[in-house]
């Protein structure tokens, strides 16, 4: 009784967390927005690396001697995929609207979801989940196929970066203690910052002095907070836990674009939201019920 009481308090911690790095990722889009038509979303998002891969190494200064071959890897495939999914989003959102590229993005993590559940009410949130995401962003008949694959791609990285948070730290040898999930993080954001470099440099011709401000505070959002709270969220659950609730995202973005865009909610995007919070926390309840026999054994 009390390891499926803890099990749960983790989950739910564990969706705090992930709201709070949902909110981040949101504010940060609406304060880089206004930065998209001088220096480009790519720019943006490369300039957004930098500053908070300086201000990670700086206030974390990670540990860089004694790691393994295999931890390497790992750190280096996270940062990969944190910057392409980063990269590929901002692509996608040239060719099809917001919501056709966050409805596609998603089936990554949701598909992520499905793998290996037998059971099949556990089956069947992820896929109400998946609805109501479809419902917040329903896509239009001016669709370019260009946008839906780079929308594809980023759903495949933003499912390996789920499953990469939660691998970082056990590649680490049996007898050594696990690394600490801030500088993994730092590494892995130095390395997006790296493959993202090119955009940033760039768009620096144009960077104004009163871009500096919006973009550390993007930067510090965005990345340092948003990924920081997403590895704290996996290690609290489980990638697949997280892939869920990751579908909470589309409904705060909705609800933050009509607070601070103006953005007007219809019916079916109501509906939507609905059926993604039910998602949500059914799949909270039953991913802590499945883990009890295991955990009780």
Same mark, same amino acid.
């Given at each position: 009784m009390r390891t499926s009481r803890t099990t749960l308090?983790?989950?739910?911690?564990?969706?705090?967390?992930?709201?709070?790095?949902?909110?981040?990722?949101?504010v940060s889009a609406v304060i880089s927005h206004g930065m998209f038509d001088r220096l480009g979303p790519l720019g943006v998002s490369g300039l957004r690396f930098a +500053? #908070? %891969?300086?201000? @990670?190494? &700086?206030?974390?200064?990670?540990?860089?001697?004694?790691?393994? $071959?295999?931890?390497?890897? /790992?750190?280096?495939?996270?940062?990969?995929?944190?910057?392409?999914?980063?990269?590929?989003?901002?692509?996608?959102?040239?060719?099809?609207?917001?919501?056709?590229?966050?409805?596609?993005?998603?089936?990554?993590?949701?598909?992520?979801?499905?793998?290996?559940?037998?059971?099949?009410?556990?089956?069947?949130?992820?896929?109400?989940?998946?609805?109501?995401?479809?419902?917040?962003?329903?896509?239009?008949?001016?669709?370019?196929?260009?946008?839906? +694959? #780079? %929308?594809?791609? @980023?759903? &495949?990285?933003?499912?390996?970066?789920?499953?990469?948070?939660? $691998?970082?730290?056990?590649? /680490?040898?049996?007898?050594?203690?696990?690394?600490?999930?801030?500088h993994d993080l730092t590494i892995a954001v130095v390395v997006a910052a790296v493959l993202t470099a090119p955009f940033g440099v760039a768009a620096l011709p144009a960077v104004e002095t009163g871009d500096l401000a919006p973009l550390g505070v993007a930067a510090v959002l965005g990345v340092l907070i948003a990924f920081g709270c997403d590895m704290l969220a996996v290690r609290l659950t489980s990638a697949r836990t997280v892939a869920v609730l990751f579908s909470f995202d589309p409904a705060l973005a909705a609800i933050i674009g009509m607070l601070l865009l103006g953005q007007l909610l219809d019916p079916l995007t109501i509906a939507g939201i609905v059926l993604v919070c039910v998602a949500g926390a059914a799949t909270i309840h039953l991913a802590s019920a499945a883990q009890r026999p295991a955990a009780d054994g």
């Open positions: 308090r983790r989950a739910l911690l564990g969706f705090g967390v992930l709201l709070i790095a949902s909110t981040s990722v949101q +500053i #908070a %891969a300086v201000l @990670a190494a &700086v206030l974390i200064r990670p540990r860089l001697t004694g790691r393994t $071959r295999a931890e390497w890897l /790992a750190l280096l495939a996270y940062g990969t995929s944190i910057a392409a999914m980063n990269v590929c989003f901002h692509v996608a959102l040239e060719f099809v609207p917001l919501g056709v590229a966050i409805t596609v993005e998603f089936l990554g993590p949701f598909l992520l979801a499905a793998l290996g559940v037998r059971r099949l009410r556990l089956v069947v949130f992820p896929l109400l989940g998946l609805g109501g995401v479809a419902l917040i962003a329903r896509p239009t008949p001016e669709v370019n196929p260009i946008g839906l +694959i #780079a %929308a594809g791609v @980023a759903g &495949v990285s933003l499912a390996s970066y789920t499953l990469l948070a939660e $691998r970082i730290g056990r590649t /680490a040898p049996a007898d050594r203690p696990r690394s600490n999930p801030l």
